[in-house]
């Protein structure tokens, strides 16, 4: 961390321990700080927090307050540091250092497996199909995290099999590597009253829980007493003061009741923090194509998640319909890349196909490889960024660069063919295109009427 950063640091820690001191008083002087800091950068992201701290209408004013007074203040300085200083402010250059420099993709955030073991075995999870003797080791993840910090790299997402098997060396990896933000995608049954307490002792480990309806919906797929567990889990964190948020895949079969007003207002109720919605990927062999959402499945979600966000505080994001936000498929190392518990470097956590095992390589030799170029030279897919991904929206494209990179597939038990997946994608890829379309040019048309309406004001 160079000198300039290092102040910054120490002056956002600063400025959490004046607000802590009148917080109603404080956010807005804060929120000064944040406008003369900024230098004009990041214009309608301030003006957006500042409303939320000021209007008591706007929806995510109490969502403010929840943090600021439901969150231990530690926890939520060393967060806010270590997020917003080291991943976003000093990472990003670093990161576009590098990717000038060695001409590849270089990801904001890594995601990893731990382990393919899982405690639970749910129903349609291809992870549970994985292989559930695969490990890293705490050496080689350290050497990750080691690796993506030289590139700017201080994001790190746990995914499995259930990460949480190996609690005691994710809880070592937050203590050595203090100064970054790890989260894991859980289900949250193996979090108990030692695990929380470690967790406000490192502070910089946050849960993001698999739930997917209520009691019923989530013991079917899950085991009987799945549900009631995660709500004890929640009940441990919210005592501690912890931040933790939600994850919720949509299908064919359950997208009305995940994104209903009522299940939305219950996670607010438990004292959830933020929601991942992702779509269902047809991923292995044994996937049910059955369960990918219709178009007009598709187009309810997108527009009940982004009415529930500008009406609700809770804090949501949708995978596959918010890449519009982010150009398109961040996946093949542009914003992330997946290394499963065998080492294999795949360019998505949906896509498991590489050239590349961190076992007999770098990270950076990894980004080089033949697959991860693929994505480098090709990204977007796309022109319309409702249609971001090579696999779902673009199956031509992915069998056209597992052929020509030569990747193999990284199942170690069922191995499957581009081909084999990408088939089952075909059809769901035609009928979106007519809809995704029809919505593109209405966002379109929208964003130039807003923007006509601002030069008409000024």
Known sequence: ??????????????MFKYLYKNPDENLHKLMDWADKFSKGGFETQRKMVR????????????????????????VLTTIVVNFFINAVLAGWDTQEEARRKYNCNIPWAILLD??????LHCTGCWAAEYGNKLNLTFDEIDSIICQGKKLGIYLYIYTGGEPLVRKADLIRLCEKHDDCVFLSFTNATLIDEQFADEMLRVKNFVPSIS???????????????TYRKVI???ELLHERKLIYGI???????????????????????????FIWYFHYMPVGNDAAPE????PEQRETVYRRVRQLRATKPLFAMDFQNDAEFVGGCVAGGRRYLHINANGDVDPCVFIHYSNANIRECTLLEALQSPIFMAYHDNQPFNGNMLR?????????????????????STDPQSPETADHLCAKCDSYAACWKTEADRLWAENRAAREAKQNGTRRKA
Not at 51 to 74: G, N, Q, S, T
Not at 260 to 269: A, K
């Open 388 to 408: 971001p991904c090579p696999m779902l929206e673009n199956p031509d494209f992915l069998r056209k660069m597992v052929a020509e990179s030569g990747a193999h």
């Open 114 to 119: 731990p382990t393919s073991a899982c405690n």
């Open 232 to 234: 004890h889990a929640m």
């Open 1 to 14: 961390m160079n000198v300039s950063t290092r102040m910054k640091k120490l002056g956002i820690e600063q």
């Open 291 to 294: 369960l990918l959402p219709s």
């Open 247 to 273: 994850s919720s895949c949509y299908t064919s079969a359950n997208f009305d009741s995940i994104t209903s007003d009522e299940y939305y207002q219950n996670l607010i109720d438990l004292g959830a923090y």
């Open 211 to 225: 739930l997917e309806g209520g009691e019923e919906a989530t013991d079917g797929r899950r085991g009987k007493g």
């Open 51 to 74: 409303h939320a701290i000021e209007e008591p209408d706007d929806p995510y004013y109490p969502f403010v307050r929840h943090l600021i007074h439901d969150v231990d203040h530690d």
